[in-house]
């Protein structure tokens, strides 16, 4: 299996611009995370998927940031406009069908974003 | 609600001695405590689970984890540290509908 797919690997890009970062998840995988990674704010979910549909959206930190996933197999973070502050690295991830009542999540290599 | 608390965000040890990263974690329900190793430029790598199953589990690149509902922690250890441990190792907690919470870290240095 190929793992978790995410690009682009770096962006940089300027203030105002849109950005819109693509996740492949493993085949057969029906939950899908989009985390945020700061040296500030640590690991942070941000939206989490299941079945395609949003199941929790709070950690999205405001309007400008917007999150679909239209099948199965793909999903988009997209940050519109885009600033400083949001230089992370963003992280998808995704997991099984829980056999039990927890699923090991497995995550994608990160796309480094740099908002100049 | 379920998190953990990693204490130290550094631990430096010498190449062959023992490693042993501290996790506690908050639940008022049994939980579901995940160690995860990521290294440099890398996404997160699963290095062992529990779900109650053994409180002593073993996972990849000989570490282990002890559930100690007394202590309510969940440290990993590793006897002999080897160069290519040096990373980042995260403690998470599942709160419930697979959403992990993740501790802040622990960046592991190995010393030769």
Excluded at chain 2, 80 to 108: I, P
Aim: net charge neutral; proline share 7%.
């Amino acid at each position: 299996d190929a793992g978790v797919i995410q690009s682009p690997r770096h962006e940089v890009t300027e203030m105002g611009q849109e950005v819109t970062l693509r996740c492949k998840p493993i085949s057969g995988h029906n939950s899908l995370f989009w985390y945020r990674q700061t040296m500030m704010r640590g690991l942070e979910l941000l939206i989490y998927f299941n079945n395609n549909v949003p199941i929790d959206d709070s950690g999205m930190p405001e309007d400008r940031f917007s999150a679909k996933m239209p099948n199965a197999s793909f999903s988009t973070l997209k940050i519109q406009p885009s600033e400083p502050r949001d230089s992370a690295v963003y992280f998808c991830a995704s997991s099984p069908p829980p056999a039990g009542r927890s699923e090991t999540q497995y995550f994608g290599p990160g796309t480094r974003l740099l908002v100049l | 609600a379920q998190s953990v608390t990693q204490l130290g965000s550094h631990v430096s040890v010498s190449e062959g001695a023992l490693v042993l990263l501290r996790c506690n974690y908050s639940s008022s329900v049994p939980p579901y405590l995940f160690w995860y190793v990521q290294y440099p430029n890398q996404g997160l790598q699963l290095l062992l689970k529990y779900t109650s199953a053994a409180t002593l589990v073993k996972g990849i690149n000989g570490f282990e984890a002890e559930f100690k509902k007394s202590e309510t922690s969940f440290h990993l250890t590793k006897p002999s540290a080897h160069m290519s441990d040096a990373a980042e190792y995260f403690c998470a907690v599942d709160r419930g509908g697979n959403q992990f919470y993740f501790g802040t870290g622990t960046s592991l240095t190995v010393i030769p």
